[in-house]
């Protein structure tokens, strides 16, 4: 200790909450850089903080850089005040303690939770991420480590920066000796405990780790394997697609009534953050924030407990309520009611960049108490029954719809807006004059298809789309299905899978083009997919998508321009892309012979 202080590494932390604690301080401080320790100096008799404390950094430039960047900034709910501590000096060993730079008295430091004796000092921190939730103590952390050398200490952040909080997920291992720290890091990093591989390594700037993150960045896979495309070269409307089934669109616990509480003592200075990367983890979120807003008590991104992947949402505390109103005011506002998602992203929506992380805008409400949340996740529940409730499933009517204020509406020609708006508009009165007709949850309508584009090529593109959403879900440029979409088709769609497996039959039940007298294309057709998700993903991925951009685009166009008589096709032939509209009595009919014909 004495020799940090000589070395100017130490900082004299006072003015701090009495709640504050050793393993809340180290926290704290660690996002700013490497630390050897931290402690909070208790009362020899009560064991309670006095309020101030020390904290240990590697360089003194870093304890240099904490006091001109963290005195007199909210702790816990205190302004601390830092200073350098300055060595004790021979005269003032009867006094309690070491003075500091403005020669203010000290009080004697006792350690908390130190083993007796002169203590050496700790030069070798590790830092150890996606812990299982079984390594719950300090002291079980510390475990993994002692068969490669001795542990100084250990910590295990929480939540909240308290004591009793849930645990964050991360903790900090101090070691003895470098050698022992290199063998540590050796035999532990990797190991799978309780189904999770722990990872561990030096505790570095932020920096440096930002920078290491962009070299071996990991591959997570959120999603399921891609689907992989086959060469049939089947023809008409009843083939079956043999691709594999894998679906690349779930993304575990998204669903709409989204857990926006969080175990705060003050849910004023807290907010909850959607659309968030899979890849941003707490540390860089905490940054992030402190960077653009102000100081952050801390940072969760939340993972799915099932999956133990990124949900996509996180919570971010502030010292300071003011910092969070602010924070939250200036948040974009959320895309509108019935806005689709999609790939291109509005830059106009945040020039500042504040609320953008790895090219994804965030958007950001504040946070509830734990009652607020049960009530609105009650009230979302309800409106979602009440959608399962409507046979007709009306509510599909919004798919296949562009916002005027997306940035794919802007691309459109006037020509396709005006089709798009009358089709709306024609559905609506259909489905109000008709009882008999609902919304198909796995047949869709093709329209504005060159006249040269086959049952053949609609096929292929009905295959393609699935492989191209899964790989824009990957690459988080397109928003997975929610929980709810991929449950909407209830057990018929389980059903309808169990027997394509069984038979091993593909995604794609029926592709068809409507041709006229002569056998020539009329500009639509129709996709039957096996069950309700993945009429979802190719719904989202064709609709608008200009055809002759695709795979086959270049020999749709030659062929058009080859055929006598045909009308000249456009540079750009965006699909409309929309839920069949069927009768339901014809479909009981269908329905009918299809079990008739199983029995036979």
Not at 57 to 78: L, M, S, T, W
Not at 501 to 506: L, S, T, V
């Amino acid at each position: 200790q004495d020799a940090d202080i000589a070395n100017r590494r130490t900082v004299f932390v006072r003015n701090m909450d009495y709640k504050t604690t050793s393993e809340s301080l180290s926290t704290y401080f660690s996002y700013l850089a490497p630390l050897k320790h931290a402690t909070v100096v208790l009362d020899p008799k009560t064991k309670e903080s006095k309020g101030y404390g020390f904290v240990t950094f590697a360089d003194p430039e870093d304890a240099q850089k904490a006091v001109e960047e963290y005195d007199n900034i909210p702790f816990e709910g205190r302004k601390i005040r830092l200073e350098i501590a300055e060595p004790r000096h021979r005269d003032q060993e009867e006094t309690e303690g070491p003075a500091t730079q403005k020669g203010k008295k000290a009080t004697k430091l006792v350690v908390a939770e130190r083993p007796a004796g002169p203590v050496k000092p700790v030069e070798y921190r590790l830092i150890c991420r996606n812990l299982p939730w079984s390594i719950n103590t300090a002291d079980k952390l510390a475990k993994l480590f002692e068969p490669y050398g001795k542990v100084a200490f250990s910590v295990l952040p929480r939540k909240g920066g308290g004591s009793h909080g849930p645990l964050r997920g991360f903790g900090f291992v101090n070691m003895r000796d470098k050698e022992h720290a290199q063998k540590a890091i050796d035999g532990v990093n990797g190991r799978e405990i309780d189904g999770r591989a722990i990872a561990v390594d030096w505790a570095v700037e932020k920096n440096v780790w930002e920078e290491k993150v962009k070299e071996e960045e990991p591959e997570h896979d959120y999603d399921a394997e891609v689907p992989e495309d086959d060469s049939e070269d089947e023809e008409g409307s009843g083939d079956e697609d043999e691709e594999d089934d894998e679906d690349g669109s779930e993304k575990e616990g998204e669903d709409e009534d989204e857990d926006t509480s969080y175990q705060t003592n003050d849910p004023s200075t807290t907010i909850f953050i959607r659309n968030l990367p899979f890849t941003c983890d707490d540390t860089a979120l905490h940054a992030h924030f402190t960077e653009h807003f102000g100081p952050v008590k801390y940072a969760r991104t939340v993972v799915d407990y099932e999956t133990d992947r990124p949900r996509g949402t996180a919570f971010v505390a502030f010292y300071d309520a003011d910092v969070c109103r602010k924070c939250v005011q200036g948040a974009p506002p959320p895309p509108a009611p019935g806005s689709r998602p999609t790939l291109l992203q509005n830059e106009s929506a945040d020039p500042s960049g504040k609320y953008t992380i790895s090219g994804r805008l965030l958007s950001i409400t504040k946070a509830v108490d734990r009652n607020e949340a049960n009530r609105l996740a009650t009230l979302s529940s309800t409106a979602r029954e009440a959608a399962q409730r409507d046979k007709r499933r009306l509510y599909l009517l919004t798919e296949g719809t562009i916002p005027s204020n997306t940035p794919l509406y802007k691309l459109l020609p006037p020509g396709e807006i005006a089709m798009r708006e009358a089709s709306l508009k024609q559905r609506k009165q259909l489905l109000n004059t008709n009882p008999a007709l609902h919304l198909s949850l796995t047949r869709l309508s093709i329209r504005n298809l060159p006249r040269s584009c086959t049952a053949k090529d609609l096929k292929f593109l009905a295959r393609q789309a699935i492989v191209k959403f899964s790989i824009d879900v990957k690459n988080e440029v397109r928003e997975p299905l929610s929980r709810e979409e991929l449950t909407r088709g209830g057990e018929e769609d389980k059903e309808r899978e169990r027997l394509r497996r069984e038979k091993g039959k593909g995604l794609v039940q029926q592709a068809k083009i409507e041709v006229d007298a002569n056998g020539r294309s009329k500009g639509y057709g129709f996709l039957e997919y096996v069950s309700h998700r993945w009429a979802l993903m190719g719904l989202r991925y064709l609709n608008g998508l200009d055809i002759f951009e695709t795979e086959i685009g270049k020999e749709l166009r030659e062929r058009s321009e080859k055929a006598s008589g045909e009308e000249k096709e456009p540079k750009k032939k965006r699909m409309i892309v929309e839920f069949a509209i069927e009768n339901v009595n014809v479909v009981a009919r269908r329905k009918q012979r299809q079990v008739s014909d199983r029995e036979k």
